[in-house]
Structures are given as structure tokens and as C-alpha cells.
Nanobody, 120 residues
Framework: QVQLVESGGGLVQPGGSLSLSCAAS????????MGWYRQAPGKERELVAR????????ADSVKDRSSITFSRDSGKNTVFLQMNSLKPEDTAVYYC?????????????WGQGTQVTVSS
């Protein structure tokens, strides 16, 4: 079993910054992908950024925003999301996700989610 523990959400004014972190623990045989998704009210959950294989994916909605940076500490099975210059449309519950492959079968794990609210 794998556990994902997220931290760092909160309320911030437009233009402010937040840093999210997610630490994975438990029995982790391998990490096929690990990263962040978000779900805004009334919308579907969407990818923000993730490491998959040896590469990194960013969603189109954040790809051109240098103010949002994804990073990983592979030695500690931890991922981070540094968000600067936040906008109200960044308001969402942010979920950490990890995919592992066990005996050829993909297994997905999700964190409990952390609320990010951007509002004046």
C-alpha cells in the first residue's frame, strides 16, 4: 500500500505564492508517474504537472506560466509544486497522484487533496 501526504495549501491573494509538497511512503516498487492534479468547483480533475518516466509533463493551462514550477526529490519520493503569481482561476483542490506498475498492472494512488484558494 502507498500513502501520499500533501501539505501547503491555503488562502492567498491574487499575485501571491504557495508551495505544495507531497511525500509518498509505504511499499513502492517503482514510480511510473507522480505529480499534481487539480479540480475546480464544477469542473473535472485535470493534470497540472507530473514526472512520467524520465520526462516532465505540464498541462497546457500552466505550460506557458513560468510562475508555476514542478520538481521532484526522487531520493525521498517527494514532489513539489511552487506556484507564484497565482490567479483566481488557480482556485481548486490540488491532488497528489502516483502511478506504479506491479506485475504488469498499473495501480493509481491519490492523496486526500489540499485546498488552494486565490481570492482578495
Amino acid at each position: 500500500q502507498v500513502q501520499l501526504v500533501e501539505s501547503g495549501g491555503g488562502l492567498v491573494q491574487p499575485g501571491g505564492s504557495l508551495s505544495l509538497s507531497c511525500a509518498a511512503s509505504g511499499t513502492i516498487y517503482n514510480i511510473n508517474a507522480m505529480g499534481w492534479y487539480r479540480q475546480a468547483p464544477g469542473k473535472e480533475r485535470e493534470l497540472v504537472a507530473r514526472v512520467i518516466g524520465v520526462g516532465t509533463d505540464y498541462a497546457d493551462s500552466v505550460k506557458d506560466r513560468s510562475s508555476i514550477t514542478f520538481s521532484r526529490d526522487s531520493g525521498k519520493n517527494t514532489v513539489f509544486l511552487q506556484m507564484n503569481s497565482l490567479k483566481p482561476e488557480d482556485t481548486a483542490v490540488y491532488y497528489c497522484h502516483l502511478k506504479t506498475i506491479v506485475s504488469g498492472r498499473p495501480l493509481d494512488y491519490w492523496g486526500q487533496g489540499t485546498q488552494v484558494t486565490v481570492s482578495s
